[in-house]
Nanobody, 123 residues
Framework: QVKLVESGGGSVQAGGSLRLSCTAS????????LGWFRQALGKEREFIAM????????DYANSVKGRFTISRDNGQNTVYLQMNSLKPEDTAVYYC????????????????WGQGTQVTVSS
């Protein structure tokens, strides 16, 4: 069973930056791709970014391209989400997610979830 634990959320003013971290533990059948999703109040959970197990491939939602950067440190079993130029509309609970599919995962193929961390951006 894979366990994902996020940290680094908080409150920031618009234009500011935050870095989220997520540490993975437990056993997996295959290599673990990692991603970030978010859910704003009253909205559905949406895909934000993902990075393959070896770090060779990344993908981002259009809404965060150029502002957010996903990276990982496999030695620390940790994935990061650097968030710059934050906007009030980035306010949400951010979830770390994992996928063990053999190919590059699609958003619906993430099936391991962390507990979430709140990010609040004020104007």
């Amino acid at each position: 069973q894979v366990k994902l634990v996020e940290s680094g959320g908080g409150s920031v003013q618009a234009g500011g930056s935050l870095r989220l971290s997520c540490t993975a533990s437990g056993r997996t059948k295959n290599n673990l791709h990692l991603g970030w999703f978010r859910q704003a109040l009253g909205k559905e959970r949406e895909f934000i970014a993902m990075i393959t197990w070896n770090g060779r491939n990344t993908d981002y939602a259009n809404s965060v391209k150029g502002r957010f950067t996903i990276s990982r440190d496999n030695g620390q079993n940790t994935v990061y989400l650097q968030m710059n130029s934050l906007k009030p509309e980035d306010t949400a609970v951010y979830y770390c997610a994992g996928s063990e599919v053999l190919a590059i995962p699609l958003p619906y193929e993430f099936d391991h979830w962390g507990q979430g961390t709140q990010v609040t951006v004020s104007s």
